[in-house]
């Protein structure tokens, strides 16, 4: 849950994309309040950089971020129309190569040609079949100082809690969630992935796994999700890892949806 080809089918055919996923960054205030407030902080250390390869990047959510920090910005989605719609909405940036794959492929992708491998809420969906290949390949893709930040499900550390939670009365569900007495299944988080099972396939692809910060989303407490920081052995980020539970990023998107109107922080231009 959910499987690669409910992925497919769901991105591709049946979500309303007429929101280009701003809808995702409401809880947060809007988009560039979650750019400001969640993403850039963490890394800002690994940014500018020479090529980025963006994983599953939507309607460009972030894509319009990250061109502005490198030479060349690849994108990768397994989704055509999403593809389609990054191209025209960066039609006038002269450094994105586009691409669409089969959801775990990253064939088009130079060896040792990626400094920076960006991915956010879009492989929380993700089974860890499709994480495992995908840092397998990583692997191999990033250059010797390279980095990545990937955000994926840690709903597998709540295995017990997820099949109970499914056993819940929809009328009861909402409520169950908030007050932490079931997990929030709605975010649609891969049930079997966690941060214990990426640890290992970093380990079994040849990475290091740098950090790893588990966090809350939207709504109830449990860390069902993780954000994560790879780097290649032996670069200048190897070591081990650090493991960061933090159960009030929920708390910290309330205050900055509280804090910073939707003029506060700019959109770069297109």
């Known amino acids: 849950m959910p499987s690669l080809n409910e992925n497919a089918q769901t991105w591709s055919t049946q979500w309303d994309w007429s929101d280009a996923g701003e809808q ?87 060896d040792r040609s990626v400094d920076f491998v960006f991915s956010f809420d879009s492989l929380v969906h993700a089974e860890p079949g499709v994480i495992g290949a995908y840092l397998h390949q990583l692997a191999d893709k990033l250059t010797p100082d390279g980095v990545g930040f990937l955000h994926h499900s840690n709903a597998g550390s709540f295995k017990p809690l997820a099949a109970l ?72 980020w190897d070591r081990e890892t650090r493991l960061v539970r933090n159960p009030m990023f929920v708390a910290e998107a309330r205050r900055m949806r509280r804090l910073y109107s939707a003029s506060s922080f700019s959109r770069p231009t297109p």
């Not at 995702?24 to 988009?31: E, N, Q, V």
């Not at 890394?43 to 061109?67: C, K």
């Not at 929809?170 to 007050?179: E, G, I, M, S």
Request: charge should be neutral; proline fraction near 4%.
């Open 165 to 236: 939670s499914r056993r819940v009365p929809d009328h009861l569900f909402n409520a169950f969630v908030r007050r932490g007495i079931a997990l929030n299944l709605t975010a649609w988080r891969d049930t079997l992935m966690s941060a214990a099972i990426f640890r290992e396939q970093c380990a079994q692809a040849g990475l290091a796994c740098v950090t790893q910060e588990l966090i809350s989303w939207e709504h109830g407490g449990y860390l069902i999700d993780c954000l994560s920081v790879i780097a290649a052995r032996g670069s200048r």
């Open 24 to 110: 995702w960054s409401r809880w947060w205030g809007d988009t560039p309040s979650m750019w400001h407030g969640v993403l850039l902080p963490r890394i800002h250390p690994m940014v500018p950089a020479g090529t980025i390869l963006e994983i599953a990047p939507g309607y460009g959510r972030w894509t319009q971020y990250l061109h502005g920090l490198c030479d060349e910005l690849i994108v990768v989605d397994m989704t055509e129309k999403c593809i389609a719609a990054c191209r025209e909405r960066f039609a006038a940036a002269d450094n994105i190569a586009y691409h669409v794959n089969d959801g775990r492929s990253l064939a088009m992708v130079d």
